[in-house]
């Protein structure tokens, strides 16, 4: 008799987005003359990059040729979207080989899909607040989670504590969504922790492209990270590929549990698996990676943290205590007067006809903070930093 996947019934009702779009919706129909200012967006706003979009045009004309058609890539990648992405990390004095670089559809298929290769009695340790897809993954695939609590008194950093217990751990730097970043003494007591217990860190990358200060990109700039780490990156935010979809993961080839290779499992799995990504999108990646291509993403990447900046100086303006936002798409504040993070969701859409997400929605411990973005058009961000300031000052 067939059973559906009974772990289904244990996950939590992710109501944060769909709760503040109903929220949004009734305000609008009761208000429907009022403009309102978005800065709950999780999305990015400006386009490709020229140079992808050159890319990706070429890739298609491609296409339209039999001398230049390409049926099914390596599923595992086209060897110089590998190369280009191993190019991007020397750039850093990581040195990856191209065949510990896998392409995929971007960093949210492959947090659930990387968990095929632990076992189910695995644990994950997932840091709060958190982005909801760890949870929700470990979830369906019946692990057992526990958390470890970011706040203040750790800046949103969190640290193994002696009697902490974890087979795969969730790191996310710069984090979403309090946008704080580890610094390499951190991630190396968190890699010396892995290793002396053979736990696997799983390390999300999304947006180490909005790292400014010298703060580690990425996990293997530790020591000993390729015995314990698997690093998601993604175009996304780095590049606005959140619609077109395209990203990459990195599984060193001497990362082993039980005499088991995890990068050789992991190729038997998308030659399984998948049938490869699309050559279109992969020539636009290719395309992101060059001299040019990183310059013109930098420009989007500089509008964004010029929109952060507006927001942190309006919240310096208000003396609301806030963090991430210098190395991290979002700014994370502490809501005024000691408000829940849904009171002061409905203060700002009522008062100010400003939209946030507020901290709840990532956890238990992220209730009193409320997150804004700054992947939002630079006039609505003014202004909605603006009103934000004035409601907290009273004005
Ligand atoms: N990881 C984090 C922390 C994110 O915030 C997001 C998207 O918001 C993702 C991963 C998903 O990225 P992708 O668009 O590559 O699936």
Not at 34 to 46: A, F, H, K, M, T
Not at 117 to 130: E, G, H, K, R
Not at 215 to 241: M, N, V, W
Not at 295 to 315: D, F, G, H, P, W
């Amino acid at each position: 008799m067939l059973k559906p996947n009974g772990n289904y019934r244990n996950l939590k009702e992710s109501y944060l987005f769909h709760h503040i779009s109903q929220k949004v919706e009734a305000y609008r129909a009761a208000h429907p003359d009022l403009p309102l200012y978005r800065l709950g967006i999780g999305d990015v706003s400006r386009p490709l990059c020229g140079e992808a979009i050159k890319a990706l045009h070429a890739a298609v004309d491609d296409q339209a040729d039999t001398r230049t058609f390409r049926g099914y890539t390596p599923e595992c990648g086209i060897p110089e979207f590998r190369q280009a992405v191993a190019g991007y990390y020397a750039r850093r004095n990581v040195q990856p080989d191209p065949d510990e670089i896998f392409v995929s559809s971007g960093a949210s298929d492959e947090l659930g899909d990387i968990l095929d290769l632990f076992d189910v009695s695995s644990s994950a340790l997932i840091t709060q607040p958190a982005y909801p897809a760890y949870i929700d993954a470990s979830v369906m695939a019946g692990r057992k989670v526990s958390f470890l609590n970011a706040g203040p008194g750790n800046d949103f950093l969190p640290m193994p504590q002696a009697d902490t217990e974890a087979d795969l751990i969730y790191l996310c730097s710069p984090n979403n969504p309090p946008g704080a970043v580890y610094y390499r003494e951190q991630l190396q007591d968190w890699v010396d922790y892995a290793n002396s217990r053979g736990a696997v860190i799983l390390f999300d990358a999304a947006y180490e492209a909005f790292i400014e200060e010298d703060l580690p990109h990425s996990i293997y700039e530790t020591q000993g990270a390729d015995r314990c780490a698997i690093e998601i990156c993604s175009l996304s935010k780095t590049a606005g590929f959140t619609g077109t979809r395209l990203g990459y993961t990195v599984i060193p080839k001497s990362l082993e549990r039980e005499g088991m290779n995890l990068n050789a499992m992991w190729v038997r799995n998308r030659t399984t698996k998948t049938n490869g990504i699309s050559y279109i999108l992969q020539k636009g990646g290719i395309a992101v990676f060059t001299d040019t291509g990183l310059k013109q993403i930098q420009e989007n990447i500089r509008a964004y943290k010029e929109n952060a900046r507006v927001i942190m100086q309006a919240l310096d303006a208000a003396g609301i205590r806030y963090w991430g936002g210098r190395n991290a798409p979002y700014v994370w504040m502490a809501c005024p007067d000691g408000m829940k993070s849904w009171e002061y969701f409905d203060l700002l859409l009522n008062e100010a006809q400003v939209i946030g997400t507020p901290g709840a929605g990532f956890g238990e411990c992220g209730e009193g903070f409320f997150r804004l973005s700054s992947f939002g058009n630079p006039e609505d961000t003014k202004i909605a930093a603006e009103r934000i300031r004035k409601l907290a000052k009273g004005e």
